[in-house]
Structures are given as C-alpha cells and as structure tokens.
C-alpha cells in the first residue's frame, strides 16, 4: 500500500497548506501550527482514512512523519 500519497494529503488538509512535502524525519517543528490540538485532528484523520486505531499508549511514540507511516504500515 502506497502510505505517503494519502498521507501527504491528510498533512496538507489538516495544516491547510498544499506546498506540505513530507519526509520521514519531518516532525512538529517543521510545520507551521502543528501543536496539540493539529496533532489530534491528524491521528483521528489518519485513523479515519486508513480504518485504523492509534492508541493511546502509541501516540505518544510518533515523534516524526517516519513514525506514523510505520505504524500505519504496521495495522494496515
């Protein structure tokens, strides 16, 4: 499954910003507006669209973009 198309478009949706070129070291200082409550919106959007779960034992875990498209890679 091709993870970083979709993903891209979930970043660029949730920050609002279509020049978003995500890379797996890419984290929260690289993206204007990416505080807590952008993060939330992120996980449920990714949730929603790759059907799956991220618990809350796991968030606290994805420190980066690398992060998150392994554990999508990981429940898909």
Not at 21 to 47: C, P
Request: charged content about 30%; proline content about 3%.
């Amino acid at each position: 499954m091709n993870i970083i198309e979709p993903l891209t478009h979930i970043f660029r949706a949730v920050f609002d910003d279509e020049d978003i070129t995500l890379t797996r070291e890419m984290n929260a200082d690289d993206i204007d507006g990416w505080d807590s409550f952008a993060h939330l919106n992120l996980l449920m959007s990714i949730e929603e669209f790759f059907e799956i779960t991220i618990s809350d034992e796991e968030a606290p875990g994805l420190r980066n973009v690398g992060d998150l498209m392994d554990i999508i890679k990981l429940k898909t």
